[in-house]
Nanobody
Framework: QVQVVESGGGLVQAGGSLSLSCAVS????????LAWSRQPPGKQRELVAS???????NYADTVKGRFSISRDNAKNMVYLQMNSLKPEDTAVYYC???????????????WGQGTQVTVSS
């Protein structure tokens, strides 16, 4: 069984910084692309940033220059450093992992439960 667990959310003032972490665990043969998505209140979930196993990164235009994604392949961890936060960054942030195969389950996306980030003005 694969588990994806986020940590590091919280309340921060506008202009501040916050760092999120995500751990992927379980009997996984390999973890491929890792990503952070977010779902603001009343809106659809959107991709924030992604990073391939070879560390190629991709960012949503709304966070370019402010957020930075990184990963540790040895630990199956992914991180999101968020700087210059704005109230519109308020959302539940989700980590996802393209991983597998594991225990007979083909390669697929796994999602965490999410962590709340609130930016006050």
């Amino acid at each position: 069984q694969v588990q994806v667990v986020e940590s590091g959310g919280g309340l921060v003032q506008a202009g501040g910084s916050l760092s999120l972490s995500c751990a992927v665990s379980g009997s996984i043969s390999r973890v491929y692309t890792l990503a952070w998505s977010r779902q603001p209140p009343g809106k659809q979930r959107e991709l924030v940033a992604s990073i391939t196993r070879g560390s190629t990164t991709n960012y949503a235009d709304t966070v370019k220059g402010r957020f930075s994604i990184s990963r540790d392949n040895a630990k199956n961890m992914v991180y999101l450093q968020m700087n210059s936060l704005k109230p519109e960054d308020t959302a539940v942030y989700y980590c996802s992992a393209d991983a597998g195969p594991t225990l007979g389950v083909p390669r697929r996306d796994y999602w965490g439960q999410g962590t709340q980030v609130t930016v006050s003005s």
